[in-house]
């Protein structure tokens, strides 16, 4: 199975700070990553696909790069609805793995 | 809207047997393939099965493999997930999610139910 990992793992953040998040895959999957953003107690929501196409709907501030094992996801201006849990996820290979999380959160 | 609506959770012994339902609306359900995908309690996510358009086709996370049936009935726009011999471990939210993609399975998962507690304890 493709294992992914996140750094960080949390973060403390203010409204209006630029927010990055890596996630890396132990091996090549080209651009077959996604992102999804998970509240408390909600299911989690769709937001990139294919590294770096934002899902119809999400806000731009939202954005996604990198390809074969990097990745890195990025909000521009960190907004209140944005405190979630960001997972990113290949689907080079089946099983479909996701990274561990990562937990944003108010400074 | 699409919606997808999670059922059949609960709490349960170890060894036994359970089964999930998820009924889906706002969308031709036979041309969308489907998933499960759990979520233990404070723990990340984990995709479970997938069962093609048709039906024809499944695949299962290895640690479900021979234990879970996924299956679906187009004609009540209904996916399920047959949970035999539970374990401990199994215990979770379990979400049932479409692939977005027509007619193939491509591993995405949008949108997502809400999603059905399983507790799996003596």
């Known amino acids: 199975d493709i294992q992914m990992t996140q750094s960080p793992s949390s973060l403390s953040a203010s409204v209006g700070d630029r927010v990055t998040i890596t996630c890396q895959a132990s091996?090549?999957?080209?651009?077959?990553l996604n992102w999804y953003q998970q509240k408390p107690g909600k299911a989690p929501k769709f937001l990139i696909y294919d590294a770096s196409n934002l899902e119809t709907g999400v806000p731009s501030r939202f954005s996604g790069s990198g390809s074969g094992t990097d990745f890195t996801f990025t909000i521009s201006s960190l907004q209140p609805e944005d405190f979630a849990t960001y997972y990113c996820?290949?689907?080079?290979?089946?099983?479909?793995?996701f990274g561990p999380g990562t937990k944003v959160d108010i400074k | 809207q699409v919606q997808l609506v999670e059922s059949g959770g609960g709490v349960v012994q170890p060894g036994t047997s359970l089964r999930l339902s998820c009924a889906a609306s706002g969308f031709t359900f036979s041309d969308f393939g489907m998933h499960w995908v759990r979520q233990a309690p404070g723990k990340g996510l984990e995709w479970v099965a997938v069962?093609?358009?048709?039906?024809?086709?499944?695949d299962y996370a290895d640690s479900v493999k021979g234990r879970f049936t996924i299956s679906r009935d187009n004609s009540k726009n209904t996916l399920f997930l047959q949970m035999n011999s539970l374990r401990v471990e199994d215990t979770a939210v379990y979400y049932c999610?479409?692939?977005?993609?027509?007619?193939?399975?491509?591993?995405?998962?949008?949108?997502w139910g809400q999603g059905t507690l399983v507790t799996v304890s003596s």
């Open positions: 996820q290949q689907y080079d290979n089946l099983p479909q793995t």
């Open positions: 999610a479409r692939d977005p993609s027509y007619n193939i399975i491509r591993g995405w998962f949008a949108p």
């Open positions: 069962i093609w358009y048709d039906g024809r086709n499944t």
């Open positions: 091996q090549d999957i080209s651009n077959h």
